[in-house]
Structures are given as C-alpha cells and as structure tokens.
C-alpha cells in the first residue's frame, strides 16, 4: 500500500499559480504511474495529470496544456503539479493517486487539498 499526503493547496486570484505537493511513503516500488485528479462540486472526478513513477514520462489533460504541469523529485518521493493562470473553472478538490505497477489501478489515493480560484 502506498500513503499518500497532499499539500499546497488554498485560495487565489483568477491569474495565479499553486503547486501542489503529494509525497507518497509506503510500497513506492509498485507505483507506475502517479496521477492528479481533480473533482469539482457537482462534477465528476476527472485525471487532470499523470508522471510515470521511474522515467518521468507525463501526459497532461489536453484543455489544461500550456497552465499546468507534473513533475516529480524520486529522491523526495514527491510528485507536484505546478498550475498557473488559475481560473475559476480550477477550482476544486485535487488528490493524488497512485497507479499499481500489476493492477494498473489508481488503487491508493490521498485525502485531497482543495483549491478555490476566485475571480
């Protein structure tokens, strides 16, 4: 099982950047990829990014392309996602999860970091 921590969430002005933090302790090794969801009220949960764990290969949702970015620091066992030109739109609940290696299920999830973008 991985354990999961997010962090670095909050509130901003329309414009802004966040980076969110999620450090992961626990079975690391089985991680393939470690993924960014969001959900906002009423909306379903949606992959807003994804970092492969070793190889650091990224897929970014198309329509957040050129705002936000994933990066991760091996070392730290620390995924981020850097987001800027915030919007209202942004706002929501974001949560990491990570993706087991045999399942490839997004088996293990953290308690989410909510992020409001006011205009």
């Known amino acids: 099982q991985v354990h999961l921590v997010e962090s670095g969430g909050g509130s901003v002005q329309a414009g802004g950047s966040l980076r969110l933090s999620c450090a992961a302790s626990g079975s690391t090794f089985s991680v393939y990829y470690m993924g960014w969801f969001r959900q906002a009220p009423g909306k379903e949960r949606e992959l807003v990014a994804a970092?492969?764990?070793?190889?650091?290969?990224?897929s970014i949702k198309d329509s957040l392309k050129g705002r936000f970015s994933i990066s991760r620091d091996n070392a730290k066992n620390t995924v981020y996602l850097q987001m800027n030109s915030l919007k209202p739109e942004d706002t929501a609940v974001y949560y990491c999860?990570?993706?087991?290696?045999?399942?490839?299920?997004?088996?293990?999830w953290g308690q989410g970091t909510q992020v409001t973008v006011f205009s």
């Open positions: 999860a990570a993706q087991d290696e045999r399942s490839f299920d997004f088996g293990s």
């Open positions: 970092i492969r764990w070793s190889g650091g290969i990224t």
